[in-house]
């Protein structure tokens, strides 16, 4: 029923265009950190993953389905990814080499991180380049793309950046690449990736618990973009007390999830009806809601079983209906006709009874 509601509001929601595109190339290199590649690298459009390399497998690969594409269609830019991938590794490695050596840091773990791109605002067609390197987690250094010269944002970058300044073969590629090139792919993969970028995407929505006294989750995957909300409310208003609220994460496919935990343990089961769990997009006019109730609960507890055999059980199930049979008479009887201490009742009843 929920997945029914997300298709309907599917068709009729309204598109998010954003204005600003960008492409990053984000490159680490480490020197002595264990359990990660010495290099890794990642292309992200619209900040979604869409291309990754590292040291440990060689090459470069498309993360998405419309970059796969992209890729088959123009192979020779991947391969030019590929060869990209092995040469700044190198570039990388000997960097953090002369680095390390240079400020005598021969020992420990340290890392060489850069992030370089540009953007573009498809309205005014502005373009923005930029190349900036961080050492163990400070900026160092980075190109100014105006005056074709290295910035130093440290004095252990000066020399770097004299050495730098000094190639004006490659300060000239930088300026081709990343104020005509790089542009010019970006708003080749914004084209390409339309449909899948510049969309909404709405979630399915569940709702999970554990065991009947567990928390009951209100969980939403599968959205985009990631300006989203989900949380409970009570009577339509907000709940801020007993909801644990978990971060919005990316999905593999590049969509995102989140969840929100609602402790239903003060809740009686009357009141359930006056929760619900909402999901809300920016730019999304209307909102998913899932009222709380049993039914939609989706659950992989089984109640413990006490006698195994089927036999007993058929017994037990004939004793246990016999004692509703007689409970619910009685009951029934309590409503009607006001109740009268009975053999039936126990002492309690009794007790608790004035009759
Ligand atoms: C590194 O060590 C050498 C030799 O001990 C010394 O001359 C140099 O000043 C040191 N450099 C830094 C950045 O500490
Ligand atoms: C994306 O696609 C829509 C509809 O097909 C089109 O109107 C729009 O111009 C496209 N945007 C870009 C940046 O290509
Ligand atoms: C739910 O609330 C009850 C009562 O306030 C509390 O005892 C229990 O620890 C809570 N459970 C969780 C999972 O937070």
Sequence with gaps: MIQCVVVVFTLFCPVAFPVKHSLIFSLTASSGVR???????????????????DSNIKTAEPKVDWMRKFMKENPQQLEWYVNKCIESQHFFRAT??????????TTGAHILQRMSGCEW?????????YIQYGY???DFIALDLQTLTWIASKPEAFITKLRWDADQAELDDYKYYYVHLYP?????YVQYANSSLQRTDLPSVSLLQKTPSSPVTCHATGFYPDRADLFWRKDGEELHEDVDKGEILPNHDGTFQMSVDLNISLIAPEDWKKYDCVFQM?????DIITKLDKSVIRTNWVPPSVFPAGAVIGVVVGLLLLLLCITGLFMWRKKTNG???ANTSDSADRHSDPN
């Design 121 to 129: 605002d498809d309205e005014t067609g502005e373009i923005r380049g």
């Design 282 to 286: 920016s730019g999304v006019k209307d």
């Design 136 to 138: 163990d987690g400070e």
């Design 35 to 53: 359990d990660i590649p010495e290099f890794l690298g990642s292309v992200l459009v619209d900040e979604v993953q869409a291309g990754y390399c």
């Design 339 to 341: 109740f009268r201490a």
């Design 96 to 105: 953090i080499d002369s680095l390390v050596k240079r400020l005598n840091q």
């Design 184 to 188: 010019d792919w970006l708003k080749k």
